[in-house]
């Protein structure tokens, strides 16, 4: 069975840093890209960034960029999301996404962690 | 970056009513696009993609239509278990985008 177990969702003072993970099972990891979504209290789901099956395609979205990092390691079938400089805005549930092989969109999802920026 | 809107925000429907949700990209998508289903306190759950492919184990009374930048999510006969917030979301450009969402909610 195909699951997704995303950790490391925490409460973080504004300007801070946190690290997100998320760790899959039951496919085959590299073959698939990955997505961070999240969706703040009470609002829509925001795209916030992917990465390809090899990690050589990486996109965020604009409110996040030049904050954020994701990466993968194959070799332990994880995905991380590096986040420095935190702002309240910042606040929400995030959630992993696995793509259907090589497209964008996610057929599988993790229950998400939450995440809160306040001081 | 491609904005998505979805009409209408809110949809109060009953059971039994054939329900449609649009979703307007603003500039060329062709096909890339994707509708999810989210229940309170749930992930969202994948349920088409690439506009009128209906994903597997998804009951087929859910279709989708629609190409470039107008898409519609059409619910044939509505469900009890159908009630919930529907998203659609473009993986055509490099920053993939949401619409704001559509909640069904029970009239």
């Known amino acids: ?119 | 970056d491609i904005q998505m809107t979805q009409s209408p925000s809110t949809l109060s429907a009953s059971a039994g009513d054939r329900v449609t949700i649009t979703c307007r990209a603003s500039q060329n998508i062709n096909s890339w696009l994707a509708w999810y289903q989210q229940k309170p306190g749930n992930a969202p759950k994948l349920l088409i993609y690439q506009a009128s492919i209906l994903e597997s184990g998804v009951p087929s009374r859910f279709s989708g239509s629609g190409s470039g930048t107008e898409f519609t999510l059409t619910i044939s006969s509505l469900q009890p278990d159908d009630f919930a917030i529907y998203h659609c979301q473009q993986y055509s450009s490099y920053t993939r985008t949401f619409g704001q969402g559509t909640k069904v909610e029970i009239k």
């Open chain 1, 1 to 119: 069975e195909v699951h997704l177990l995303e950790s490391g969702g925490d409460l973080v003072q504004p300007g801070g840093s946190l690290r997100l993970s998320c760790t899959a099972s039951g496919f085959t990891f590299s073959s698939h890209t990955m997505t961070w979504v999240r969706q703040a209290p009470g609002k829509g789901l925001e795209w916030v960034s992917a990465i390809s099956g090899g990690g050589d395609y990486i996109s965020y979205a604009d409110s996040v960029k030049g904050r954020f990092t994701i990466s993968r390691d194959n070799s332990k079938n994880t995905i991380s999301l590096q986040m420095n400089n935190l702002r309240d805005e910042d606040t929400a549930v995030y959630f992993c996404g696995k793509g259907q092989l090589s497209n964008f969109y996610m057929d599988v999802w993790g229950e998400g962690t939450p995440v809160t920026v306040s001081s």
